[in-house]
């Protein structure tokens, strides 16, 4: 008994061996490729310098594997397929958030058994039987949410019976706000964002069969993001916020465009969605100066409520964020999972703007092309870019009427609306908008009707496809590529030594250390040091491969004129 026991408390003593995630693994060989000693690798890492040189001496294999990022490990058991599943799983969870959605198990199930599918059908040899073969379990399900620490975007499945009931119980603390507070239609707002692939033609024409006989040649899914606001009374917009993947295109350096001439505000990033930093600089730049001065010009009070959604680009504390001279203005957020059935934006107005965006392009092919010996397809590949869409969104988003603005506060404060017999004019309105759309499109030689231009519309906000989720997953790996101008990019290469950028290194590498140590949720420190390590780090990165490379380049030259 006494052996037994004694066995019992050996066990419990030794301690657990802590796994090396693939991420990790892949960190280390690229210190050691960048000139990091194995000793101070070791040391940086906590582990033995024999444990490194294992690790070193298998890199090729490491390498291969395509681990999704926050994954522990890539089991031997599980095919790759299955990796890259995840992978693509977690893009998808992720536009889902920065959207401000939340999803359920069941529909993370759904979306992974559609993405093994898909990718399972592409891959040579397997058959039907394999692509059945996953099921996306329960167990599948736990242990995918401890590799990637998605706890949090995971919704429960009993709150989605709730929802009307909570809009309902909104709906009537609002309508108490605005009687208490004595809030006119003039001094409340509603913002909302929403994606556009401002290059997309409807499937069936023949540019958009071209575009996809054409490998590589995807500039329909050229996406931007956009945050449109406006006021309850439907007479004052606020200059929208534009967010695309490149900073300087190559369009505003040929036309010499002043960013801050836009009647947008332009921003960027890898992925083209607004952030939390992104959306602070638009409320103190733009939202609250435009508001203060539109207020003052009308002789109305100083006192205006934001209402929004709750997505992660919409900090809790706004307020808190306000400069001082803005802190008149009040924040107020939809619960979660009601803003499709109250937000002013989501009823009609977005959709509305995307249909007038649609109009005015195929008036721009038709007006550019009519008399001249200028081609649709010509234009659309050679003279239509970005600084041209900046114009169209600007008409389309004018072209928004104070009617309709302000009808579609009527499910939220029906009490605003002016006329309640509006809302039947708004919907013939947007009947004929569609039919001009196709009349315009037959003009061109165009073939499309009603339902065409109703996907065109819809795929603005569709769901991404596997495809798309991959082309997705390479742009943000690809993202200093697009955003540093040639001409930029040497400039900073000429100002930087090599030790500088090495000594930059090793701060980053004790800053990520320190992070990783004491941050409550390491999951979201992992993420937020690829991302950084993916959009900032890789630049730097590429520029001591190129110097390596010359020198190496330079060396051989040297050989060779010395024989």
């Given at each position: 008994m006494a052996s037994t026991k004694k066995k019992k408390v050996k066990r419990e003593g030794i301690k657990k061996k802590e796994m090396i995630t693939v991420e990790v693994k892949k960190e280390i060989i690229e210190k050691y490729e960048r000139g990091m000693r194995v000793a101070d690798i070791a040391r940086c890492y906590s582990k033995s310098t024999s444990t490194i040189c294992t690790i070193l001496k298998t890199k090729e294999k490491i390498r291969r594997l395509n681990a999704a990022k926050g994954v522990t490990r890539v089991s031997k058991q599980r095919p790759e397929v299955l990796e890259d599943v995840e992978k693509l799983l977690l893009v998808w969870i992720n536009e889902k958030q920065l959207a401000g959605d939340t999803v359920s198990k069941t529909f993370i199930c759904e979306k992974a058994k559609a993405l093994y599918t898909d990718l399972t059908s592409k891959l040579p040899g397997m058959s039907t039987e394999n692509e059945e073969g996953f099921k996306a379990s329960r167990g599948w399900f736990d242990n995918f949410k401890k590799r990637s620490g998605i706890h949090s975007v995971?919704?429960?499945?009993?709150?989605?019976?709730?929802?009307?009931?909570?809009?309902?119980?909104?709906?009537?603390?609002?309508?108490?706000?605005?009687?208490?507070?004595?809030?006119?239609?003039?001094?409340?707002?509603?913002?909302?964002?929403?994606?556009?692939?401002?290059?997309?033609?409807?499937?069936?024409?023949?540019i958009a069969a071209e575009e996809k006989a054409i490998p590589g040649h995807k500039p329909m899914k050229d996406r931007l993001t956009l945050l449109f606001c406006a006021n309850a009374s439907g007479d004052f917009k606020v200059k929208p916020l534009l967010v695309y993947y490149s900073e300087n295109p190559q369009a505003f350096r040929k036309c010499k465009?002043?960013?801050?001439?836009?009647?947008?505000?332009?921003?960027?990033?890898?992925?083209?969605?607004?952030?939390?930093?992104?959306?602070?600089?638009?409320?103190?730049?733009?939202?609250?100066?435009?508001?203060?001065?539109?207020?003052?010009?009308?002789?109305?009070?100083?006192?205006?409520?934001?209402?929004?959604?709750?997505?992660?680009?919409?900090?809790?504390?706004?307020?808190?964020?306000?400069?001082?001279?803005?802190?008149?203005?009040?924040?107020?957020?939809?619960?979660?999972?009601?803003?499709?059935?109250?937000?002013?934006?989501?009823?009609?107005?977005?959709?509305?703007?995307?249909?007038?965006?649609?109009?005015?392009?195929?008036?721009?092919?038709?007006?550019?092309?009519?008399?001249?010996?200028?081609?649709?397809?010509?234009?659309?590949?050679?003279?239509?870019?970005i600084v041209i869409c900046l114009k169209i969104i600007d008409k389309a988003w004018d072209g928004v009427t104070m009617k309709t603005l302000n009808t579609a506060w009527r499910k939220l404060w029906p009490d605003c609306v002016v006329g309640h017999d509006l809302e039947g004019l708004v919907h013939e309105q947007e009947l004929l908008l569609v039919d001009e759309i196709v009349s315009l499109g037959k003009i061109m030689g165009l073939e499309v009707n009603k339902d065409d231009i109703q996907e065109l519309l819809e795929e603005h906000s569709h769901e991404l496809t596997t495809n798309e989720l991959m082309d997705l997953h390479f742009a943000q790996q690809q993202e200093v590529l697009e955003e540093i101008s040639s001409e930029e990019e040497k400039t900073t290469e000429d100002s930087l030594t090599s030790n500088e950028i090495q000594e930059m290194f090793k701060m980053w590498e004790r800053l990520q250390s320190f992070v990783e140590k004491h941050h409550p949720n390491k999951a979201i420190a992992v993420r937020a040091i690829n991302l950084f390590n993916d959009n900032a780090m890789s630049h730097f990165c590429e520029i001591l491969k190129r110097r390596q490379k010359q020198l190496s380049l330079d060396r051989f030259l040297v050989k060779e004129e010395q024989y």
């Open positions: 995971v919704r429960n499945e009993e709150s989605v019976s709730s929802d009307l009931t909570v809009a309902e119980i909104f709906t009537a603390e609002f309508k108490e706000l605005m009687v208490s507070e004595g809030y006119l239609p003039q001094q409340v707002f509603n913002c909302d964002e929403t994606g556009l692939f401002w290059k997309k033609m409807p499937k069936r024409t023949y465009i002043q960013k801050s001439q836009l009647n947008v505000m332009w921003r960027s990033n890898s992925r083209a969605w607004v952030t939390c930093i992104l959306f602070v600089e638009w409320i103190n730049e733009v939202f609250g100066p435009m508001v203060k001065k539109y207020l003052l010009e009308n002789n109305l009070p100083l006192q205006a409520l934001l209402l929004m959604d709750n997505a992660p680009a919409h900090p809790p504390g706004l307020e808190d964020d306000l400069l001082e001279e803005f802190k008149f203005i009040k924040v107020k957020f939809f619960p979660p999972n009601t803003t499709p059935l109250l937000q002013p934006m989501d009823q009609q107005v977005i959709l509305n703007f995307k249909k007038l965006y649609t109009k005015a392009l195929f008036q721009r092919c038709f007006e550019v092309t009519n008399g001249t010996n200028l081609t649709l397809r010509e234009f659309w590949k050679n003279h239509y870019n």
